[in-house]
């Protein structure tokens, strides 16, 4: 039996909308929308695109988003003092700020998103926001990874006693995930296993999985042969890739082979992306109720 499509794309739409009355009762409890402001340095198209989306996103809701554009050339003491300029209110009200990657290679990425005070962190990188999550008690949760979870309680897919096997250890994605598929409660008490570059035998590890994340940037790693029969698939990768008829967007997952053998998986495009948008509109709310003291 072909598995079960888990559709971010139609979630992320009730998220949206749940969104909208919450977002208009803060309005008119502040006076104000919520404010997201995002640092977007450089020309990458694909950059450009996930920013304009995040823009889009954030107007259906109700809440304001600006980008402030920045030319690649800048460098990381630049970029600091913009992000402080912004948190120090120079570009208006401001309750989450969001410097969208990659930076350029000869910018410091973690001094620039060190940059970014810990209460308007809507992105959940900061030191102080990853020590709360690691400490089961999180404040911002890292968009994607927030949004798998999300993905799996509203699927019902079971986590608990279950063994996620998650491929990948980025601090946006693959760390966090770790800690909210094992935390206690909904969504959690999973036993977790990190596989990475480093990783002997990487196929062993992830047919053991009930639960398969793959998110590294790999077209096609995840084959058939990886994954156990009824296992629940998510594809966390984007990649872009030339055919004969022109470019399109694939996972990191073989999306038809492993089909026939998974219970649930994720596409791409339409599984994971959408949810990260939907989480960062959450995260930008929490932020400012946080600071007028509504949360």
């Given amino acids: 039996m072909p598995a079960r499509i888990l559709d971010g794309k139609a979630l992320a739409g009730a998220i949206e909308e749940s969104l909208c009355d919450e977002v208009a009762a803060f309005t008119t409890a502040a006076g104000r929308a919520p404010r997201l402001v995002v640092v977007l340095v450089g020309e990458i198209a694909a950059s450009a695109s996930y920013v304009a989306a995040k823009a889009r996103a954030a107007a259906r809701v109700g809440i304001d988003a600006d980008v402030v554009r920045v030319a690649g050339s800048a460098d990381t003491a630049a970029l600091v003092a913009l992000v402080s300029e912004i948190a120090r209110g120079s570009h208006g009200p401001v309750d989450g700020i969001l410097v969208q990657l990659p930076l350029p290679r000869h910018v410091d990425t973690l001094a620039v998103l060190d940059a970014v005070p810990a209460d308007r962190d809507v992105d959940g ?171």
């Fill in 125 to 295: 990188f900061h030191p102080e926001n990853a020590g709360l999550l690691s400490q089961g008690r999180p404040r911002f949760i890292p968009c994607t990874a927030a949004g798998v979870q999300r993905l799996l309680v509203d699927a019902g897919i079971a986590t608990a006693g279950r063994r996620a096997v998650i491929v990948g250890r980025s601090d946006i994605v693959g760390k966090p995930l770790a800690l909210l598929l094992s935390a206690r409660g909904p969504g959690g008490d999973a036993t977790v296993t990190i596989c990475h570059s480093h990783t002997t035998d990487l196929a062993e590890h992830c047919r053991t999985a009930d639960i398969l994340v793959a998110a590294v940037g790999r077209p096609g790693l995840i084959t058939a042969e990886m994954v156990k029969p009824g296992a629940t698939v998510i594809d966390v990768g984007i990649n872009r890739v030339e055919t004969p008829t022109g470019s399109r967007l694939v996972g990191d997952v073989d999306f038809p082979a492993v089909a026939a053998v998974a219970g649930a998986i994720t596409p791409v495009p339409g599984g994971v992306g959408p949810l990260t948008v939907a989480m960062l509109l959450a995260n930008t709310l929490l932020a400012a109720e946080l600071r007028i003291g509504r949360r």
